[in-house]
């Protein structure tokens, strides 16, 4: 999958000889020299000189292994004209294939432009690699239809699936902080470098798209790919464990990508996917106050090592028929890992790339922070929303958790080049 491939290329270098940069993404868009991401090692990306290619069969930012850091944004589209929308979809795209290289958001960059005229990147970013930007971008249910409107003439091609999600028990939505028409997720392993991108493209946006939402995150919880450490969630617990990962592309075929004719509205749609975000506040103070053993009942696996309740080690498969003493399981009923495992849900799984946040704090001694849960997936009908009803419900977890953003967003495939974004749902 071009989308997984990585290549090390520095910003300085490519910022210093605009050859060599070019010839950088000229790799990356024939996916031709990077290192494969089985081949990826941490200390590549380390050092920040980790690219990913632009432009391939997939977007970037699904199956990538997860970047250290988050920046997610949702955009309002503030015109009625669809020539601008597309004008807009072009130059986030020209912009993107740039930035996820390691330069800067315009041709001139920050610092070679007119004297008399703003910069064409903001110049935050300049001396930074590109540690490993990907730029994911989604269509939200609101582009199709607002308020009645077919605002730009693509109504009869909103995918069947694309639908603003359900309340689910216990939501406490913040409308700002959710929905949006388009959606960016920017992952880098530096900060500065996911904001600057995302800045960028809210600059470009200027007049025809605006920022409605946007979230940090700053340490994931989860891997998309073996070569990763399990890492932790704000609960303590790894986080990730059975997450679908690239180096099963059956699985990731099955569950994440949208077939050929999954949908007769919405060819424009094969070889996308869905995204789905929740900012899921969690009551830290009160989980801190949980016994241990406690935790681990909720969460059904072990703290120290994430290994199941019912033994083995990390990745041992969980036993949930396993009793324990007298004749309870030794996973419980109400387990986060029983209820979401795909033995419970018709065989459905998702791929987790979410993030941890804190967002200062709420003025009673509490921390305004949680995960910044995001999860692809190929149908929300079969792989989301079934599984999130009998977690808000069931769940034992649920009961330190309170959902306060939402979104849902359809993702093209990847684009080639010489196209845009979601070119084919224009076409
Ligand atoms: C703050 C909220 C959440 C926390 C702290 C959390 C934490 C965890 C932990 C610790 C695991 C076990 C390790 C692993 O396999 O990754 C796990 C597994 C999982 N979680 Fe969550 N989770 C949260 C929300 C959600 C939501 C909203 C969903 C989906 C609706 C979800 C779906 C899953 C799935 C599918 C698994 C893998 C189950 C398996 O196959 O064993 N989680 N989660």
Redesign the pocket.
Known sequence: MMSTEKQTVSRRGVLGAAGVGLAGVAAGAAGGIGLTSQQAEPAAAAAGSTSYPFYGTYQAGITTPVQDRLHFATFDVTTSARADLVELLTEWTEAAARLTQGRGAGELGPTSGSYDAPPDDTGEAIGLPPSGLTLTFGFGPSLFRLGGLDRFGVAARRPTALQRLPHFPGDNLDPERSDGDLCVQACADDPQVAVHAIRNLARIAFGRAAIRWSQLGFGR??STSTTQATAR???G???????LKLEDPTGVDQHVWVPAGADPRAAWLTRGSYLVA?R?N?SIETWDRQPLREQERV???TKAE?APLSGGTEFTE?DFALQGRGDQPLISGDA??RL???DSNDGA??L?RGYNFVDGSNGLGRMDA??F?V?FVRDPRTH?IP??TK?ARDDG?AEY?QHTGSGLFALPPGVQPGQFIGQALFD
Do not use: C, E
Request: no cysteine; aromatic share 10%; net charge positive.
């Open positions: 919880t989860s969630n704000l609960f617990f790894k986080d990730g464990t059975a997450n929740r899921i969690m969460v059904g696996r994430g969980p986060h890992v979401a495992h795909p799984r998702m987790r949680g995960l849960f999860a989301y599984i999130q977690l977890m958790l």
